[in-house]
């Protein structure tokens, strides 16, 4: 294999592309007690950008209520410029689904721990996702939907 030829897979840029966060209650909500239940959603995307150049964005909401109180919403649209070039086109998909959101997630986790702390609560500590587990639900959705179309 030639040098042009290997697989090249390099980060360029790391970056916050999106960040809010809405205490849509306070200060009262500061006056009430018991734990918030707090909601994760994840969101990722991908789009080619330039010559062997992807954007990976990695959206990360959490929301956090007592009772039917908003206690806060903090969002964060964590991304990257990932290089990848000569990878086999069935290796593509996975890697901008898998691995990129693996090395975007720290940062997230990071950036709604900190704002949410800035806000006057208790960090939140967001587990390890599984982003392999996501992508092979997502494809095996994606063919569920495909196999149903046909049939109809």
Do not use: H, W
């Amino acid at each position: 294999m030639s040098e042009q030829e290997t697989p090249v897979f390099a980060i360029e840029k790391l970056y916050v592309k999106d960040l809010s966060l809405e205490v849509p209650n306070a200060p009262a909500i500061y006056l009430e007690r018991g734990a918030p239940e707090i909601n994760l959603q994840l969101q990722t995307s991908a789009k080619k950008v330039g010559d062997d150049v992807f954007e990976v964005q990695l959206t990360v909401t959490v929301t956090a209520k007592i009772g039917e109180k908003n206690v806060f919403l903090v969002e964060t649209g964590q991304a990257g410029l990932f290089r990848a070039r000569n990878i086999p086109e069935e290796n593509l998909s996975p890697l901008l689904a898998i691995a990129c959101p693996n090395i975007l997630f720290p940062y997230a986790r990071e950036a709604i721990s900190e704002l949410v702390i800035r806000a006057g609560f208790a960090p939140v500590i967001l587990q390890p996702v599984n982003f392999e587990a996501l992508y092979a639900a997502r494809v095996q959705q994606e063919q569920e939907q495909k196999d149903s179309a046909a049939k109809a």
